[in-house]
C-alpha cells in the first residue's frame, strides 16, 4: 500500500516462479475496457505475439490483468512498449486530422455533429455485426440439429 505522498505504480509486472520473460501479466491501474481492446488489437498485429488478451477482475475495481505470450523467446514486455508507442501514434495522427478539419472554437458545433454521426455510424456497424453472426450461430445450430435428424 502506498503510504501518504507516495505515488501507486501505474504498472505492475507480474510473473510465476520460473516462467520465462515470454509469458507475464502487467496490472495497468486506473485503466478500463477505452485502453485495454485498443492495446490489445495493437499488440496482437505483432507477429511475435502468440496470444494477448486482458481482463478486469470486477466492474468496481479500475485496473486489469493484460496478458502477453511470445513467441521465439521475445521478452513480452517488447510487444507492450511497441504496442503502446503505436497506439500513441495513431491517436495523435486522430488528433491532428481532427483539429485539420475544426481548427477554430467557432468549429466546435459542428465537430460536436460529426462526432455524434461517426459515434452513431460505429453503434450501427457494431449491431449490424452482433446481429449477423447471431443469425449465423443459429443458421449453424439448425445444420447441425437437422443433421442429426
Known amino acids: ?17 520460473g516462467a520465462d520473460e515470454g509469458c507475464v501479466t502487467f496490472v495497468l491501474h486506473d485503466e478500463d475496457h477505452t485502453l485495454g481492446n485498443s492495446l490489445r ?32 523467446g521475445i521478452p513480452a514486455a517488447e510487444p507492450l512498449r511497441r504496442g503502446l508507442n503505436e497506439l500513441s501514434d495513431v491517436c495523435q495522427h486522430v488528433l491532428n486530422t481532427f483539429q485539420g478539419l475544426f481548427p477554430s472554437q467557432e468549429s466546435c458545433a459542428e465537430a460536436d455533429l460529426v462526432l455524434s454521426f461517426l459515434n452513431w455510424g460505429k453503434q450501427q456497424e457494431a449491431n449490424l455485426n452482433f446481429h449477423a453472426r ?9 445444420v447441425l440439429a437437422n443433421s442429426k435428424s
Do not use: W
Open 1 to 17: 500500500m502506498a503510504g501518504e505522498g507516495e505515488k501507486k505504480a501505474v504498472l505492475e509486472m507480474v510473473q510465476a516462479d
Open 134 to 142: 447471431n443469425r449465423t450461430e443459429k443458421e449453424t445450430l439448425g
Open 41 to 72: 488489437y495493437m499488440i496482437m498485429k505483432n507477429a511475435d505475439v502468440e496470444f494477448c488478451g486482458y481482463t478486469i477482475t470486477h466492474p468496481s475495481e479500475s485496473k486489469i490483468n493484460f496478458r502477453i505470450q511470445t513467441r521465439g
